[in-house]
């Protein structure tokens, strides 16, 4: 059971990655990004393609890992995340939630039939070298993943630096100010469209990150993401909207559950997570930790 | 005294509708000036067009003989415009201190910075790490009179200072205007209280359905002059 009970924390911090850019976007935007699956699928086959090339190109295995890979990728990922929502996305935003949920659902449709095109239908996975396989022991004779294990630490580390950015700096408070009433913020002296398109920039880099540890803890493929965004949104709902502390706990609550129920039953997993959801959306639709208003 | 602010045939509109209907304002520096008017009469719009939260034509609003009608908010508190909103609509999730800090951010080099509010306003250094809207209605207008202080502006436009606050109150919050005024300050208040109105200003415009319905020197207007232009009677 312990052993059920470690994997369980483990497997919901790889949640938690999936659903802090989500988390992210909603506390500052209200925006829900219905595509967030698929990016973090695009950005694991980013980190395929790339080290393909790299591969082609020659260069040494040692210099081929996804370690490496991420130094290019990750401002790419903020590049990319800043144009989108400058750009394209920013335009959608205002009363009406609805215009952004349609164009991030036919990101969602465009992003999977190009991986398709591109890829095949066929699950790939990100070289890791053996990290993968490699476990630590711990007494009792139970046995931690090294690969899981380092996921949980990426993800504590991105829930405490993304909270320390909130309330400590000065970017934070201008993430809530725009937050709270955009218009008084503008006048202010903000630029609010410049101000939603570093919070997008900031949760593409954690989607890249996410999608960079998929590859590397399991085999992808095109049609994952609408799981993936299932997970993200039911750790973000039962965390409660806004509250990075609150995704975490919320994934962490989805991996426990899902892993304690797959070890009821093999088909019982998934269920029991989305069980979990239900209940926190029946008796606490804001979540056990929210921090935005409405 | 050399014009600071000034508009001319300034309109508005939501949408459709029109909310101005041609104002011709203006203020000189080192001014206090009251703008009062029945719900409606387009003082909160007026306040609107010139920090460019409701946009007009360039050339309907100067401010140092620049045209600034069609700038965005963010550039004209640059220039030195801050408001004071009616409502007073400080950040929820911002505690007073970072509600002030906000208010600094496109900061203009002057005599207010944080320390200097908290003598100007000393309750907000006890409670500066509250949740602004954590505090009283009066607390939360001086933060908000803060916030906007901290640009530096060269006006200053209040928006409805005494709107929901008990008399002692708002005595307290107008008992600083001196102090703020006498850095060199302009002011325009706007305001639902005529006496209060008359009391702190040295001009009065009077706003009607969105026209300007009366104006002068405030000690100069006569009661039944204001009444008439107030309520159109």
């Given at each position: 059971?312990?052993?059920?009970?470690?994997?369980?924390?483990?497997?919901?911090?790889?949640?938690?990655?999936?659903?802090?850019?989500?988390?992210?976007?909603?506390?500052?935007?209200?925006?829900?990004?219905?595509?967030?699956?698929?990016?973090?699928?695009?950005?694991?086959?980013?980190?395929?393609?790339?080290?393909?090339?790299?591969?082609?190109?020659?260069?040494?295995?040692?210099?081929?890992?996804?370690?490496?890979?991420?130094?290019?990728?990750?401002?790419?990922?903020?590049?990319?995340?800043?144009?989108?929502?400058?750009?394209?996305?920013?335009?959608?935003?205002?009363?009406?939630?609805?215009?952004?949920?349609?164009?991030?659902?036919?990101?969602?449709?465009?992003?999977?039939?190009?991986?398709?095109?591109?890829?095949?239908?066929?699950?790939?996975?990100?070289?890791?070298?053996?990290?993968?396989?490699?476990?630590?022991?711990?007494?009792?004779?139970?046995?931690?993943?090294?690969?899981?294990?380092?996921?949980?630490?990426?993800?504590?580390?991105?829930?405490?630096?993304?909270?320390?950015?909130?309330?400590?700096?000065?970017?934070?408070?201008?993430?809530?100010?725009?937050?709270?009433?955009?218009?008084?913020?503008?006048?202010?002296?903000?630029?609010?469209?410049?101000?939603?398109?570093?919070?997008?920039?900031?949760?593409?880099?954690?989607?890249?990150?996410?999608?960079?540890?998929?590859?590397?803890?399991?085999?992808?493929?095109?049609?994952?993401?609408?799981?993936?965004?299932?997970?993200?949104?039911?750790?973000?709902?039962?965390?409660?909207?806004?509250?990075f502390w609150g995704t975490l706990v919320g994934a962490l609550l989805l991996g426990l559950t899902q892993q304690i129920g797959f070890r009821l039953d093999p088909g019982w997993g998934l269920w029991a997570g989305h069980i979990v959801f239900l209940i926190v959306l029946v008796l606490r639709p804001q979540g056990l930790f929210p921090k935005t208003r409405g | 005294m050399a014009e600071l602010l000034r508009t001319t045939a300034l309109t508005a509109h939501y949408g459709d509708a029109q909310a101005l209907f041609g104002i011709d304002f203006e203020v000189g520096e080192g001014e206090v000036v009251a703008v009062i008017g029945a719900n409606g009469a387009g003082k909160s719009t007026f306040m609107k067009a010139l920090t460019g939260l409701v946009r007009s034509k360039p050339a309907q609003i100067h401010f140092k003989g620049e045209p600034i009608g069609a700038l965005p908010p963010g550039e004209i508190v640059r220039r030195g415009i801050a408001l004071v909103p009616e409502g007073r609509r400080l950040f929820a999730s911002l505690s007073v201190e970072e509600n002030l800090l906000m208010g600094g951010f496109a900061r203009r080099a002057?005599?207010?910075?944080?320390?200097?509010?908290?003598?100007?306003?000393?309750?907000?250094?006890?409670?500066?790490?509250?949740?602004?809207?954590?505090?009283?209605?009066?607390?939360?207008?001086?933060?908000?009179?803060?916030?906007?202080?901290?640009?530096?502006?060269?006006?200053?436009?209040?928006?409805?200072?005494?709107?929901?606050?008990?008399?002692?109150?708002?005595?307290?919050?107008?008992?600083?205007l001196p102090r703020i005024c006498s850095e060199g300050m302009t002011v325009v208040i706007v305001e639902q209280d005529v006496a209060m109105a008359q009391q702190v200003s040295r001009r009065l415009y009077c706003f009607q359905e969105g026209r300007v319905s009366l104006h002068g020197e405030s000690a100069q207007l006569q009661r039944t002059q204001i009444s008439q232009a107030y309520f159109g009677v």
């Open positions: 059971m312990i052993e059920t009970l470690l994997q369980g924390l483990l497997l919901g911090g790889l949640y938690c990655l999936f659903a802090l850019g989500q988390s992210l976007m909603f506390g500052v935007m209200r925006l829900t990004n219905t595509a967030q699956g698929d990016f973090i699928i695009l950005a694991a086959f980013t980190a395929i393609a790339g080290l393909s090339v790299l591969a082609t190109l020659g260069v040494p295995r040692s210099m081929a890992t996804p370690l490496w890979l991420a130094l290019p990728l990750l401002p790419l990922a903020f590049g990319f995340g800043y144009a989108l929502q400058r750009f394209v996305l920013n335009g959608t935003l205002g009363r009406d939630p609805l215009p952004s949920l349609v164009v991030t659902f036919g990101l969602a449709i465009v992003i999977q039939n190009l991986l398709l095109e591109l890829f095949s239908a066929d699950p790939r996975s990100i070289p890791t070298g053996g990290l993968n396989i490699q476990s630590l022991a711990l007494p009792g004779g139970l046995a931690i993943g090294v690969l899981p294990l380092l996921i949980f630490g990426v993800a504590l580390a991105a829930t405490a630096s993304l909270q320390w950015l909130f309330t400590r700096t000065a970017l934070g408070r201008a993430f809530r100010a725009v937050s709270d009433d955009r218009e008084i913020a503008e006048l202010m002296g903000l630029d609010s469209n410049r101000i939603y398109a570093l919070a997008t920039a900031i949760a593409f880099v954690l989607i890249a990150l996410a999608g960079v540890l998929q590859g590397m803890r399991t085999t992808v493929s095109p049609s994952d993401g609408p799981l993936l965004l299932l997970f993200a949104f039911e750790a973000v709902i039962i965390g409660g909207m806004g509250s | 002057g005599p207010w910075h944080v320390q200097r509010l908290f003598e100007l306003f000393p309750i907000l250094e006890q409670k500066r790490r509250e949740p602004a809207t954590a505090l009283s209605g009066g607390q939360q207008q001086m933060v908000a009179i803060g916030r906007a202080l901290m640009s530096n502006p060269t006006l200053l436009l209040c928006d409805e200072l005494s709107l929901g606050l008990a008399p002692i109150v708002i005595k307290e919050i107008y008992d600083a």
